[in-house]
């Protein structure tokens, strides 16, 4: 029988790179590893009318292909979810068929919850219900480790605790420099003395959340007028080209793998851009660039990527993509998950813990 | 490939015109006739796949159908056949190729390949390649015109090489005009093996070029230009007239160096370097170039001789403008304008001879200010009168001319068609005419600049030694190894200290304990700020605390910080906060250094501090500098008088600020491939007190 873990952790913690990292690590080890997120929220439809979660898209295009969306995510919820209260059993009934269904060849199952232990509550569907229904262990996780952030982690440790599930210890993601020395020592202490056991931290890294051209190009419908074999690249800084080129020459010397978005016509600021070594140029308003800029972009290996909408709306829509998942971008990321996870997370006594 | 084969390009003994064409709407047509009416002597061969005759001249079929050997070819056929062309030329044995035809690399796709084929092609062949893209060449003393523009140059002695072709005829027709002569028009078109670099090289030889004009809107290799055009212009001038040095755009740079750091500041680095002249339009151009082409380069000691008061007040403010002395006449000077000119006139520098003067009385009077030892340059100017035919007086001034060779005669008779005969005859003589005053006046400051360039003093580059380079390339691959390309303000500063620039004291802490053992460590006061490589405008963020007095205001300084970075800047890497020593701040100075895409590094001097951006008082020279160019750059500012000890101000170190300099232009010369450098402020202390760097900024390339 398989082994569920209930991974809770609120908003973008970076739960899902986590898991997808988890899992290479466990399958390395030789157990067969399946995920599972009972309830998510969908922003985008898949096929006609069925709304899907980016997540159960990306996770079931990597490890799950033989099945459906529904075996997945059985339940999917949108802004309005309070009319599932009423159905509360079929609901469970559907987690649990679904859960037996992908788990029945399984040795570990990776649940990923939906913000933090007790968030919908109000229609049975908490962190807390389903580890209750799946007999799951619920292992923490939250972001930076400021004390506020550790306060939350404890507070949750212990309404999980005293609700009856069986608790597993917490892992902080994205931890600044400056932190790491103090949460390695006396926050440590802290936690322990709090019964929490702390299984690692991962350092804060730009690229964990960071999508790739391809997924930026997907995501604004950008037609590539160059170098598509190049979008597999990470997008760090957004900058906006509106200064001169000279100007914008600093920005782009300290600034991480940006992208810049400006107009296809501001030929010169372009070149100066293709000069500086960039990730990826968006050309905003549909104003196609002249033909040197063109043949420098090929030159250089420097993706072009020309869009419809004004420089404004596309900034808009770049940050909603930030820390979106897709099979491609957690495909390029897996070998940085995975060291890291080896080299900042004590695996083993995570293993132990879970398996018992 | 060698420049000498440059002589097949403007002195072939035979051209071959391929595209020939019977059609007189056609471009290849338009060649053959304006080559056949310059007067070309050597031998014509029409090339058109029809044969037959064109312009009484026998076409051939193909080029390997022509019998003797082939100089020069000039290509007008369609853009898809123009590398059969070569291939066939390069088995031949043709020697050069102006080809004139469009569709290479300015189109894109396949005609960068097209372009690529070409270049490939004119390497295999050792073929001398003009073009492509371009209008063609000229030169008026073999003489040849092998372009399409609608007139041929006057004979002259000046070259104008252009990047476009449009520009050309545009010059051609307004200096025909203007009675302007060249030596040799050359438009460069795609450059895709001739560029300006060898066109400069080769025309420093040339004995019918007095002046070189440069039309261009990309400078490819900006550090080689410099090398060459230095070397060039020690033999005779250049000019340059570049399109596109200002910059559109909202100012948001991230350093001081990057604010002030614009195009234009780095080609006018550039060219003060190189010895080349920058003009801002084509008229400015050729005023420069006619006078520079004719006239000695006479240092700025200038007198005004002029039958017009208003002219000569006019001319006066004018030079003074452009920063050009009035020559302070000789004793004996004085007393023979004094002896020969009436009461009336005005003796002293500008000379008004008066309305009623004659060309007698204007003649004997610039014979005396040529023979003033404290005159070089005379500028002549005239208005209408019934009293002087303008023609004889050009002939007087000519004559006189011969017999001061040594001395500049530039002339401005301002009027209209009255002295339509008087130009033709001063311009065909080889004194410059202008119609304006403003235009003589830049004339001056032409020959003024280039005696001050021809002047300049040899650089020497020196070498600093006493640096600790092995720790440099240390702390830049520890940078490297954490993933960054910024250094934090303690590792610049650490750089500093390993080049011998004094820096505070300083100690990066990671907590609030951390921070106070620093300081106690230190001695209070102290000032806290921020360390990220992220974060380079470190008080706009609330990133720094200063004069703080004990522990708990170093405590609290250091919650506040972090705080601070969190909310304003909360995408940063926070490595901790920078303890370090409070100093007393001198005079503020800025050291920059911003590595440009085309001149490499340019390094940046002025007056420092909160005030950089206001004042803008700076002065920037291309890297590598010499101690001579690094006392120039102090010099140019207004600081420096500051530092001289400004109405009784305290001197201040002006030599260890001057030892920073170098320091810096080592620093860069180990290190190229830091791309921006600013410290801000360099605090200079009074004369033997040395200087210190308050903040400093260090961005390396990214690898």
Known sequence: MAVPIYICGSGVSGKTLLIYGFMHVFEEAGYKVRYFKPVSRALDKVGPGKWVDDDVIAFKELFMKEFEYDDVSPIVIRDRFFEYGEESKELHKLIKDAYEKISSDADIVFIEGYASPKTLASINLSGIDICKLLNAKMLFMVREGYDKDIDKAIIWYKEVAESGVATLGLIINSVPIHLWDRLNTFVKDFLYSKGIKLYGMLPDKEEFMAPTLLDIAAALDAEVLCCDDQLERFVGDILVGAMRPSSALKWLRTSRNPLVVTGGDRTELLLTILESGVAGIILTGNLYPAIKVIERAKDKNIPLLLVQPDTYTTINKLHKIHGRVTSSSLRKKKDMIVNMIRENIDVKELMQDVLG | ?????????????????????????????????????????????????????????????????????????????????????????????????????????????????????????????????????????????????????????????????????????????????????????????????????????????????????????????????????????????????????????????????????????????????????????????????????????????????????????????????????????????????????????????????????????????????????????????????????????????????????????????????????????????????????????????????????????????????????????????????????????????????????????SYLAKSPIDAVSAAEYIGYPVVLKIASPDILHKTDIGGVKVGLRDSEEVEDAFDEIIMNARKLAPKARIYGVLVEKMVSTGVEAIIGVTKDLQFGHMMMFGMGGVYTELFRDVSFSILPICREEAIEMIKETKLYHILRGYRGLDVMDVEKTLDVLLRINQLIRDFPEIVELDINPLSIYKSGEGVMALDVKIVLSKE
């Open chain 2, 1 to 505: 490939m060698d420049l000498k084969d440059l002589d097949y390009v403007f002195k072939p003994s035979s051209v071959a015109i391929v595209g020939a064409s019977r059609n007189p709407e056609k471009i290849g047509h338009v060649i053959l006739k304006n080559l056949i009416n310059s007067g070309y002597g050597g031998k014509i061969y029409p090339v058109n796949i029809h044969g037959g005759t064109i312009l009484g001249h026998k076409v051939y079929k193909s080029i390997s159908d022509i019998p003797g050997d082939i100089d020069l070819m000039v290509v007008v056929v369609p853009a898809k056949y123009v590398n059969d062309v070569i291939k066939e030329a390069g088995e031949k044995g043709v020697r050069a190729a102006v080809v004139i035809t469009a569709g290479f690399k300015e189109i894109g796709g396949e005609g960068v390949e097209r372009e690529r084929k070409l270049d490939e092609l004119v390497s295999k062949y050792g073929i001398r390649l003009i073009g492509p893209n371009c209008l063609g060449v000229i030169d008026t003393y073999t003489p040849l015109n092998t372009t399409f523009a609608h007139i041929m140059a006057r004979k002259g002695r000046i070259a104008f090489i252009s990047q476009s072709g449009a520009m050309c005829t545009a010059v051609l027709d307004w200096a025909y005009e203007s009675h302007i002569g060249f030596s040799k028009i050359v438009s460069m078109g795609n450059k895709t093996q001739t560029d300006e670099l060898q066109l400069i090289e080769y025309l420093a030889d040339d004995p019918q070029t007095k002046a070189i004009l440069l039309y261009v809107e990309s400078i490819d290799n900006g550090q080689d230009f410099i090398e060459k055009a230095r070397e060039v212009t020690k033999k005779k001038p250049i000019l340059v007239l570049k399109g596109g040095i200002t910059e559109a755009g909202a100012k948001a740079a991230i350093s001081h160096t990057g604010a002030l750091a614009g195009r234009f500041e780095a080609y006018n680095a550039a060219f003060k370097k190189a010895g080349v002249i920058m003009a801002s339009d084509v008229s400015e151009l050729f005023d420069y170039a006619v006078a520079l082409s004719t006239q000695p380069a006479s240092r700025g000691e200038i007198a005004v001789l002029s039958n017009a008061g208003g002219l000569c007040i006019l001319t006066a403010d004018q030079l003074v403008k452009r920063g050009l002395k009035l020559a302070i006449f000789s004793d004996e000077t004085i007393k023979k304008l004094r002896k020969s000119l009436p009461p009336t006139a005005a003796i002293y520098n500008p000379v008004d001879i008066v309305g009623d003067a004659d060309k007698q009385r204007y003649l004997s009077t610039l014979k005396i200010l040529l023979s003033d030892p404290n005159v070089s340059t005379v500028i002549c100017l005239l208005a209408p009168t019934a009293l002087i035919d303008p023609y004889e007086l050009a002939e007087g001034i000519t004559e006189i001319k011969k017999s001061y060779p040594d001395k500049a005669i530039i002339t401005a008779f301002v009027g209209g068609p009255v002295f339509k005969r008087a130009r033709e005859f001063l311009m065909e003589h080889g004194i410059p005419y202008y119609d304006m005053t403003i235009r003589a006046v830049n004339s001056a400051y032409a020959l003024n600049k280039y005696r001050e360039i021809k002047d300049r003093k040899p650089c020497r580059y020196v070498t600093v030694h006493d640096v600790d380079n092995v720790y440099g390339a240390e702390l830049i691959r520890r940078v490297r190894l954490d993933g960054r390309n910024v250094l934090m303000e303690h590792e610049a500063k650490e750089l500093m200290k390993a080049y011998g620039i004094p820096v505070p004291k």
